[in-house]
């Protein structure tokens, strides 16, 4: 049984990208059609900064019972704009509030019917 305990994050974060430049362009026209930053989001473990590369967000995506991990990526702290600590709710408790869910939506008319008047 994996014995690793490292929370679910999503890490939103600036990648480097090209700019739009079909051709040989002037630089001052690149640069004015840029439309800011490139922004990709990540979703895994994040391992403990004191067990991970300096200066980096580390997180990993898979883990097996014997605590191998795989897919890692480590995104530069400069690069990081956001991380969010996502909760998981279990699947008995995902259950129960889609059903109550469905129990409170009124039931939809339908077109096609009409109320008989009196």
């Not at 580390?58 to 990081?80: E, F």
Request: charge should be negative; proline fraction near 10%.
């Amino acid at each position: 049984m994996a014995r690793l305990n490292h929370p679910i994050v999503l890490i939103v974060w600036a990648d480097a990208y090209s700019l739009p430049a079909p051709d040989w362009t002037p630089l001052d026209e690149v640069i004015a059609q840029d439309e800011g930053e490139y922004l990709n989001k990540t979703a895994g473990f994040l391992i403990p900064k004191e067990q991970s590369k300096p200066g980096h967000h580390v997180v990993y995506q898979s883990i097996t019972p014997d605590d191998d991990v795989d897919d890692l990526i480590a995104i530069p702290d400069a690069l990081v704009r956001s991380v969010t600590v996502l909760e998981a709710a279990s699947c008995a408790q995902k259950k129960t509030r889609n059903h109550e869910r469905k129990k409170k939506k009124p039931p939809r008319p339908d077109a096609t019917t009409r109320t008989p008047t009196t």
